[in-house]
T-cell receptor, first 113, second 113 residues
Framework: SQELEQSPQSLIVQEGKNLTINCTSS?????LYWYKQKYGEGLIFLMM?????EEKSHEKITAKLDEKKQQSSLHITASQPSHAGIYLC?????????????FGQGTRLTINP | DVKVTQSSRYLVKRTGEKVFLECVQD?????MFWYRQDPGLGLRLIYF???????EKGDIPEGYSVSREKKERFSLILESASTNQTSMYLC????????????FGQGTRLTVV
């Protein structure tokens, strides 16, 4: 969706390196969701952010939502082959919690050994 | 664990056929969604439902209809399949009310020949 832009579209990194994926919106994000998808399969939920300035971490993955609630980043520290896949951000633009998510186009992450 | 189950992983249908894609969730979720995923276009919402017998159009409803006769089941119907409906179809469900993550099925890759 053009409402939500992800960058980069693809990323190739050496195993052990850090990386960042960005998700940008022109509108206020009332809920921002990060998912991971293995090729040809369903989406696996990673994290949800709601408040401006919020930051969450799970294992080596950290997600942040900026104060204006229009941009989020996903940072992976010391990448591993298991991190490879497609990362998607999904946004809820409704202040009433409609949970109808709009998704970015995804970032394809490849980890080279 | 929440389970969202789609009836088929792979499906091949002929142009003009009526196609049913079934989705069942086992967590008593109020919300259910159907998305399609295409390269370069990301995930796009076709239809969603907030309650039994209730449905709303998403961004690309043309050529599709849905049915939700029971809370746990949400069906996507292609009235007359066409080749441009060849795609990956993903079903999702979530709790209503406060924001919560959507859980996705494993996807159905539909090919219309």
């Amino acid at each position: 969706s053009q409402e939500l832009e992800q960058s980069p579209q693809s990323l190739i990194v050496q195993e052990g390196k850090n990386l960042t994926i960005n998700c940008t919106s022109s509108k206020t994000l009332y809920g921002l969701y990060w998912y991971k998808q293995k090729y040809g399969e369903g989406l696996i939920f990673l994290m949800m952010l709601q408040k401006g300035g919020e930051e969450k971490s799970h294992e080596k993955i950290t997600a942040k939502l900026d104060e204006k609630k229009q941009q989020s980043s996903l940072h992976i520290t010391a990448s591993q082959p298991s991190h490879a896949g497609i990362y998607l951000c999904g946004a809820d633009f409704s202040s009433q919690g409609a949970q109808k998510l709009v998704f970015g186009q995804g970032t394809r992450l490849t980890i080279n050994p | 664990d929440v389970k969202v189950t789609q009836s088929s992983r792979y499906l091949v249908k002929r142009t003009g056929e009526k196609v049913f894609l079934e989705c069942v969730q086992d967590m008593d979720h109020e919300n259910m969604f159907w998305y399609r995923q295409d390269p370069g276009l990301g995930l796009r919402l076709i239809y969603f439902s907030y309650d039994v017998k209730m449905k709303e159009k998403g961004d690309i409803p043309e050529g599709y209809s849905v049915s939700r006769e029971k809370k746990e089941r949400f069906s996507l119907i292609l009235e007359s399949a066409s080749t441009n409906q060849t795609s990956m179809y993903l079903c999702a469900s979530s709790f209503g009310g406060d924001r919560s993550e959507a859980f996705f099925g494993q996807g159905t890759r539909l090919t219309v020949v």
